[in-house]
């Protein structure tokens, strides 16, 4: 199951061991290089932003074919972080995996050019190192569609999306080489063209459209591969409505709760962007700014023993699960993280490469 977003009320917080060079995270000037004394602190090096990633950190791998966009950041000395403002040559050690597009005040597009990873070098006027990170290219394998809400999706689930204006992810998976062999992770590619009737687009992996009952073809060129296209399918009701892993306990006098995640699809697929609404015996249940997402729900009782009834109703629909008062069952662990794309392709809004 993956979570689109981060968990609600989460602070955005930013991950500087993720997106900084080697002298801002070890604080010492790499081996072999000489280093300027303009970046004492070394240099951040910020990539594109996710549709359902909360968090930020340092640039994703970069689509072979297709570019990435990374600002460069440096502490100033009263320890705030602002976009590079002294002049600066961009290096891209050779380019087996990512190379050097052109440059732009404190930007630096790079585009992927292979399978492999290799230094982005930032230099001073005088050709000495401000810092250096190493950034990666690889092969776009597969593209698919994501929820761009608080929803927890089932692995491997194909999508519908629930009528009305709706914002969608589309999202890019490739095999990128790792010291431990190629692992399969999103890709980013900023030159990425979409194309979907009446639809916005908003950034460089996301539409927004007002959404009307029907199924319309979204035509996606990225990377170095031909355009794919995906259904974009549209439904106003769900035809069926199930548990996610259920839980069959709940822990008693308010020791502890359990989490809780529905689905609602339509032909097998899961609905985003739909309504949920909660019944604990028989108590309707209003999500918090705690709330995990907004398909589940956390449960604790006031009860010793007997058992709770939770009901969940959306698209419709509404089924209702019995959970036994008893020994403490562990809060969220069982909503299992998704992490990439399957290998396998599978019709409508999953396309392989």
């Known amino acids: 199951m993956r979570l689109s977003l981060a968990l609600l009320g989460l602070p955005l917080v930013t991950m500087v061991g993720c997106y900084g060079g080697e002298r801002r995270n070890t604080g010492e000037c790499p081996a072999g290089e000489t280093c300027s004394d303009l970046t004492p602190g070394g ?19 970069t689509a072979i074919g297709g570019t990435q966009q990374v600002a460069l950041e440096y502490d100033r000395g009263d320890g705030i972080d602002v976009a590079l ?34 230094y982005l070098r930032i230099l001073d006027e005088d050709g000495l190192l401000m810092d250096r990170k190493e950034l990666t290219g690889a092969a776009l394998e597969s593209i698919e569609l994501v929820t761009t809400d608080f929803e927890s999706v089932p692995a491997g689930a194909q999508l519908a999306f629930a009528a009305g204006p709706r914002k969608v992810g589309v999202a890019l998976y490739g095999d990128v080489q790792h010291s431990g062999g190629p692992t399969p992770e999103r890709l980013v590619d900023t030159s990425m063209v979409l194309a979907l009737q009446g639809a916005e687009r908003t950034a460089w992996d996301t539409l927004e459209v007002n959404a ?9 060129t990225a990377g170095d591969k031909p355009t794919a296209t995906l259904d974009f399918i549209v439904v106003d009701h769900a035809d069926a409505l199930a548990a996610i892993s259920p839980m069959t306990t709940v822990p008693p006098s308010n020791t502890g709760s359990t989490s809780l995640c529905f ?30 997402t907004r398909n589940c729900i956390s449960v604790s009782t006031q009860k010793t023993s007997g058992t709770v009834s939770v009901q969940a109703n959306a698209g419709g629909q509404s089924t ?17 993280m998704r992490t990439a794309a399957p290998a396998v ?9």
Request: overall charge negative; aromatic content about 6%.
């Open 212 to 220: 009307q009952v029907g199924t319309y073809p979204l035509a996606v």
């Open 345 to 353: 392709t599978t019709a409508g809004d999953r396309a392989s490469l």
């Open 320 to 336: 209702t699960l019995t959970l036994n008062v008893g020994a403490a069952a562990r809060s969220r662990d069982n909503v299992p």
């Open 263 to 292: 689905q609602a699809t339509t032909s097998g697929r899961y609905i985003a962007g739909l309504s949920w609404s909660f019944l604990v015996d028989g108590e309707t249940i209003t999500h918090g700014n705690d709330a995990l």
């Open 43 to 61: 240099l951040d090096f910020v990539g594109n932003h996710l549709v359902d990633d909360i968090l930020l950190s340092g640039p994703r791998a």
């Open 85 to 118: 403002d002294m002049p600066f040559t961009a290096d891209d050690d050779g380019g087996n995996g990512i190379r050097v597009d052109s440059t732009s005040g404190s930007q630096v597009t790079i585009r992927g050019a292979g399978s492999r990873s290799n």
